[in-house]
């Protein structure tokens, strides 16, 4: 049936177009479960006695879940003299009577509707967005930020100082302290440590907007320390790679 529909859509001219109204209403569907118990008799040899006996419980209430309704309705006529048909690829919708639908997927969905009259055969088509349950809040779009080993620190660092006016300064900080720890091992980590402290603070200059980013790298800090000269090195570099790629 959907390929002799699409098949028919093609054929017909953009002239054929009507006006298809979709409704989304919020819906609670009620949950109910039914147990189903065969019985059969059998001799020693496993033979089966007789028909099988079928018993049926009665229903009992499971509690409600959360769905959607759609609606379709036409300036075509009645809708139950069209066929209908209401397609998503994240989700199905399932029909109730003529025109009705229901989407039980939790989540946000793109449904395309479509319905069609065979005696003149204009058809009608309209996009909607159903959301079951909450809509999930947007999210962040990943910073274009190169992957590391410390759980992706440095696109964390991104996220963390976007919008923020001293991560120039900072990248100077950080990046000193990867070359001193590749390049000068006169200088310990202690004390590579303690002048890119120093010198942090003097760039911030109190600055509150970079206190998610000040505890974010001292919490992963902690959680990844004791590291080597070259891991902490590499720890860094994820850090200025995040400075660099904040927006």
């Given at each position: 049936m959907m390929k002799m529909l699409l098949l028919l859509l093609s054929l017909v001219s953009s002239s054929a177009f009507a006006d298809l109204t979709v409704v989304v209403e919020p819906a609670t569907v009620a949950i109910k479960e039914q147990t189903i118990k065969v019985t059969q008799l059998q001799d020693k040899e496993g033979n089966p006695i007789g028909d099988p006996i079928t018993t049926t419980s009665n229903f009992v209430d499971k509690g409600s879940a959360i769905a959607a309704t759609m609606v379709l309705s036409t300036t075509e006529g009645p809708i139950d003299q069209m066929i209908t048909n209401v397609m998503s690829d994240t989700a199905v919708a399932n029909q109730l009577s003529p025109g009705k639908y229901v989407v039980y997927e939790p989540g946000t969905h793109e449904f395309l509707a479509q319905s069609i009259n065979f005696d003149n055969f204009k058809w009608e088509t309209k996009k909607v967005i159903v959301v079951v349950g909450k809509p999930e809040p947007p999210k962040p779009p990943t910073p274009d930020v190169p992957a590391d080993e410390f759980n992706n620190l440095g696109q964390r660092v991104a996220q963390w100082t976007t919008g923020l006016t001293k991560n120039e300064g900072m990248v100077g900080v950080y990046q000193m302290g990867v070359d001193r720890l590749r390049s000068d091992p006169t200088s310990?980590?202690?004390?590579?440590?303690?002048?890119?402290?120093?010198?942090?603070?003097?760039?911030?200059?109190?600055?509150?907007?970079?206190?998610?980013?000040?505890?974010?790298?001292?919490?992963?800090?902690?959680?990844?320390?004791?590291?080597?000269?070259?891991?902490?090195?590499?720890?860094?570099?994820?850090?200025?790679?995040?400075?660099?790629?904040?927006?």
């Open positions: 310990t980590i202690t004390m590579i440590a303690a002048d890119m402290n120093t010198q942090s603070l003097l760039i911030r200059n109190g600055d509150a907007s970079y206190n998610t980013f000040v505890s974010g790298i001292n919490a992963e800090l902690t959680a990844h320390w004791p590291m080597s000269r070259n891991s902490y090195a590499d720890f860094l570099s994820a850090i200025v790679n995040g400075l660099k790629g904040a927006k």
